[in-house]
């Protein structure tokens, strides 16, 4: 059956569709009405002649065609995307898009700041929205696909194509006049033995977390946040001990009652990744985007090892061995 069999606009409705699961939530991400993604899935049912999507329960399903269906649509569209991009010029110093970049409290934190100086600098009329991580909410498709890149740390599973682009080390964290800081560092005992400020993310746990576990170290946490960023404060005149990503903690240095020490076990690793929808991989605009979060997070650097050369290869095996634990 030849292309002219069908609306070619039709393989847009029915990649909404397949990625949505739901004739609403399709029908706003392309601004079209209810009824009208109603008719388009109609349509495309008597073309296929396969139901695509089934109510089970509350939601739908796709159908076992729907499932081979999806990746051969979201590729063709990504072809096309890409032969349409041929002949389009993005200007950043002459335009005014608007982004929008989901990242974690931690990646605001050290990024943000020199992320808009360069954009400023290059494209003053970019406009840049910075959204929360919710956990729970980036590892869907149609969550992706609606923010022009996720900042996660590498390994989340997301559905898009994705690029590490910083690199940093957990470090520990406590009130310079902690009585257990002997000569600039914290033994296994005493992570065992304080209270902790711990970061939630729901039910995940970072790997320094996993770590511990490994060595039979179940933290005290007496306190939890959100999050990174509020721990420094929540340390500061306590006894606590807080696991934080050293650049984190060089960048609350100097007004944050706290000072950083190594981990009494080998480096784990934290490495962030861009994360983005196929669907912008060719975009001009969206390219530029990506150069330029890669230019920044390639200048903040690996974390420096103030401490003394610790074994980046046991760090290495070790954050494997709790990837593939996880």
């Avoid at 200007?91 to 020199?114: C, R």
Wanted: some cysteine; charged content about 20%; aromatic content about 6%.
């Amino acid at each position: 059956m030849g292309l002219g069999a069908i609306d070619l606009n039709l393989l847009v409705a029915l990649e909404a569709l397949l990625e949505e699961k739901n004739v609403t939530h399709a029908g706003s991400r392309l601004s079209i009405s209810q009824s009208a993604m109603s008719g388009s899935l109609a349509r495309l049912r008597r073309h296929f002649k396969d139901d695509l999507l089934v109510r089970v329960g509350r939601d739908y399903e796709l159908t076992a065609l729907a499932e081979r269906l999806l990746p051969v649509i979201q590729a063709s569209l990504h072809r096309a995307e890409e032969a349409l991009s041929l002949t389009r010029r993005f200007d950043p110093a002459d335009s005014e898009q608007q982004f929008s970049v989901v990242m974690s409290d931690y990646v605001m934190t050290v990024l943000v700041e020199p992320l808009l100086r360069a954009i400023t600098q290059e494209a003053p009329g970019v406009r840049l929205d910075v959204l929360p991580l919710v956990p729970g909410r980036p590892e869907s498709e149609s969550n992706l696909r609606c923010h022009d890149l996720t900042i996660v740390p590498l390994g989340f599973h997301l559905p898009g194509v994705s690029e590490a682009v910083m690199r940093d080390r957990f470090v520990c964290i406590v009130d310079p006049d902690n009585p257990r800081l002997a000569k600039g560092r914290l033994t296994l005992r005493d992570l065992a033995e304080m209270p902790h400020a711990a970061s939630a993310f729901g039910k995940q746990l970072t790997h320094a977390d996993r770590q511990l576990e490994t060595l039979g170290v179940t933290p005290h946490v007496q306190v939890s946040a959100p999050g990174f960023a509020t721990l420094p404060f929540l340390v500061g005149g306590t006894d606590l001990v807080a696991l934080v990503p050293e650049l984190l903690a060089r960048h609350y240095a100097g007004f944050a009652r706290c000072v950083a020490v190594p981990t009494p076990f080998p480096d784990i690793p934290l490495v962030e990744a861009m994360y983005w929808h196929h669907n912008r991989h060719a975009d001009p605009a969206h390219r530029w985007l990506r150069e330029t979060v890669r230019g920044v997070a390639a200048s903040l650097g690996d974390a420096c090892d103030p401490f003394g050369q610790e074994s980046t290869e046991d760090g290495q095996r070790v954050l494997r061995k709790l990837s593939a634990a996880s």
